[in-house]
C-alpha cells in the first residue's frame, strides 16, 4: 500500500532516505541528517482498553525510540499527537499519562516540542526526531551474501506479555517482566549507536522476525536462512506457552529488539563484544542469494531442513 501510493512522494531536495525504512534521513549539513519517525498506537489495536495512562505512554514513545534505535541515531525531540476521548480528558488521567512521557523522556534525554489534541477514539501519535553523521545511519539495505544474522535480547516476550494481559490469571510473579516488556519495552538505543560502522542491514523487530528480517532482504535484494534453535528465548516465556514459543519467536511482534546482519570483516568484533558481555545479542542466521521473492526467509530445524511457514508476521489490515 505504502508503495504504490505514498513512495513517490519523497524525490524533494534535502531528502537522503524517504519512505521505506524504519525513518527518513534529511541532510541538514555536510556532515549531519536528521533522522525523522512516526508510529501511531490505537486502543484495542496496539493496546488493551485496560491500559493506564502511564502504560500507554512508555509504550507508545519506546516504540517511536526504537526506530531510532533501528536507525543507529541519537534521538533529540519528539512531537505528540493525542486523540482523547471525553471520559479520559481529565485532570487525573491526562496526570498518569504525562508522567509516563516524562520518565521515558528523562531516560533518553530527549524534550517533548509540541503536537495536537484533538477529541476521539485514544489514539496515540508520535513523531521522534534524531540525528546521526551523513553517510553513518543504519538502514535496511545493505546485507550482502554470507553475512552474518543477529538480533539483542530475547524474543516472544511481546507475544507473551501481550498473553500475560489477556490471561484471567496474569497478575503473578512470573508475568511481571513480561507486563514490563510490552509496556516499556527497553528501546535499543545505545546498541544501535554503536552498531554504526559495524551492521551492514538493521531493523527493528516490531512485526515479527520473520516479517521484519524479510523486510531487510528485500531491500538487500537477498535471502536469509535462521535456525530455529539459536533463537533466543527467555525461560518465563517457555514456561507460559511451552508448544508455542517459537512461534511467538518468529511471528509474535512487540519484541522492539533489533534484528541486523554483519559481514565477514566485521564479524570478529562482534563476536568478541558478545564474549565479553559487552553485546547482549545471538548469532541466529545467514544472509544467502535470493532465488524466490515470495519465500525470502527460511526456518531450518536442527537437522537443517526447512520448517514450513504458513505466515509472515502482524498484518495492520489482515
Not at 524474543?155 to 503473578?172: C, F, Q, T, V
Not at 531487510?216 to 516465556?237: F, K, M, N, R, T
Not at 564474549?275 to 527460511?298: C, F, H, M, P, Y
Request: hydrophobic share 40%; net charge negative.
Amino acid at each position: 500500500m505504502i508503495a504504490k501510493h505514498f513512495s513517490g512522494l519523497t524525490g524533494q531536495g534535502g531528502v537522503a532516505l524517504g519512505i521505506g525504512d524504519d525513518a527518513a534521513l534529511i541532510n541538514t549539513s555536510p556532515n549531519q541528517q536528521l533522522v525523522v519517525a512516526s508510529d501511531t498506537l490505537v486502543e484495542g489495536v496496539h493496546f488493551p482498553s485496560t491500559a493506564s495512562g502511564k502504560q500507554i505512554a512508555t509504550r507508545a514513545l519506546c516504540v517511536n525510540l526504537s526506530d531510532m534505535a533501528a536507525m543507529g541515531a541519537q534521538p533529540r525531540w519528539f512531537t505528540l499527537a493525542l486523540t482523547l476521548p471525553k471520559k479520559k480528558a481529565n485532570s487525573l488521567w491526562l496526570a498518569d499519562f504525562s508522567a509516563g512521557i516524562a520518565e521515558i523522556a528523562q531516560q533518553f534525554d530527549i524534550a517533548l516540542v509540541g503536537g495536537d489534541t484533538t477529541s476521539g477514539p485514544l489514539t496515540v501519535s508520535i513523531t521522534m526526531l534524531g540525528e546521526a553523521p551523513a553517510g553513518k545511519s543504519l538502514q535496511r539495505a545493505g546485507a550482502g551474501v554470507g553475512d552474518t544474522v543477529f538480533v539483542t535480547g530475547t524474543l516472544g516476550d511481546g507475544a507473551a506479555g501481550l498473553k500475560s494481559i489477556s490471561s484471567i490469571n496474569s497478575i503473578n510473579s512470573d508475568s511481571e517482566r513480561l507486563l514490563h516488556r510490552f509496556y516499556a519495552p527497553r528501546p535499543q538505543v545505545e546498541i544501535g549507536l554503536r552498531l554504526r560502522g559495524i551492521a551492514s542491514a538493521c531493523i527493528d523487530i516490531s512485526d515479527g522476525l520473520i516479517a521484519d528480517l524479510g523486510h531487510i532482504c528485500q531491500s538487500s535484494g537477498v535471502a536469509a536462512s535462521i535456525y530455529q534453535e539459536q533463537l533466543p528465548v527467555a525461560a518465563d516465556v517457555k514456561k507460559l506457552a511451552p508448544d508455542h514459543f517459537i512461534n511467538w519467536a518468529l511471528f509474535g511482534g512487540d519484541d522492539y529488539q533489533l534484528c541486523f546482519t554483519v559481514g565477514a570483516d566485521k564479524l570478529a568484533t562482534v563476536e568478541q563484544w558478545i564474549s565479553r558481555a559487552e553485546l547482549d545479542a545471538s548469532k541466529i542466521g545467514i544472509i544467502q542469494a535470493s532465488s524466490d521473492s515470495n519465500n525470502l526467509v527460511t526456518v531450518l530445524d536442527q537437522d537443517n531442513n526447512p520448517i514450513a511457514i504458513n505466515k509472515q508476521g502482524y498484518d495492520h489490515f489482515g
